[in-house]
């Protein structure tokens, strides 16, 4: 049986680590720099409540994303820009539905309820966000035969935004990505970033995901093995 000595030793080493482990955690909250970017994805109309391709829950992140972008002097937003009878318009293709999937030259395409119409008041940027000092609106989806998820390049893998041309040009190396939907456009943008060579962080409760045939749970997979960093907006000091 220990003695009285080892059961305090013991105990004072466990004390030991949990203070260790604390500062541990308080020295990895996040504070961004000159050198981060907070990119805000999506938050539009038709992706939330009463839209026509809604997110669940979608709304939910506006005051998370208001919140942290206080912290970020660069920010960059997007938004979904397509075409009337865009090719990925389920009501492009005869006998199809949303969210059946159609090959197309470029790969595999999910097909989705018209959405984000260029001028229409689905496609603008919800009003609710409160970010003034954001610097650049980038649009993307309006070429009308090749989808674009993410903000970096088309779903073509070759026509390229322009973003990362942008970002390196003004020294941004470390992007926090945020915004609808996790599972797409975000998911999407977030590895190309990886590509690109940029350190990337995903602010989980900062999106939300659509999650269609198991879509989210994939989606994170491959973020996580493109060395994508999975954090929540409490990471990061505001």
Not at 78 to 106: C, M, R
Request: include cysteine.
């Amino acid at each position: 049986m220990p003695d009285r000595r080892h059961i305090l030793a013991g105990l004072t080493t466990t004390a030991v680590t949990a203070v260790a482990s604390r500062q541990v955690w308080a020295a990895a909250s996040i504070k961004p720099d000159e050198a981060s970017a907070l990119l805000v994805i999506d938050v539009q109309n038709c992706f939330l409540p009463g839209g026509s391709l809604a997110v669940k829950d979608g709304e939910q992140v506006v005051p998370v994303i208001n919140r942290i972008a206080k912290s970020f002097a660069n920010v960059v937003m997007t938004q979904d820009w397509h075409t009337a009878g865009h090719i990925s318009f389920a009501s492009s293709h005869s006998g199809k539905k949303p969210f059946e999937t159609v090959d197309l030259p470029y790969g595999k395409q999910v097909l989705w309820p018209d959405h984000c119409v260029q001028g229409t008041d689905g496609a603008s940027l919800s009003k609710d966000l409160a970010i003034p000092q954001a610097g650049l609106v980038i649009r993307k989806g309006f070429h009308k035969d090749v989808d674009s998820y993410s903000a970096f390049t088309e779903a073509d893998g070759k026509t390229t935004t322009g973003l990362a041309a942008y970002l390196k040009a003004r020294k941004l190396k470390r992007l926090f990505v945020a915004g609808l939907a996790t599972d797409f456009c975000v998911a999407w943008t977030a590895l190309d970033a990886r590509k690109a060579g940029f350190e990337t962080y995903v602010v989980e409760d900062a999106c939300r995901g659509i999650d269609t045939q198991g879509s989210l749970a994939k989606a994170w997979t491959n973020m996580a093995k493109a060395g994508v960093k999975r954090i929540q907006s409490g990471d990061i000091v505001v």
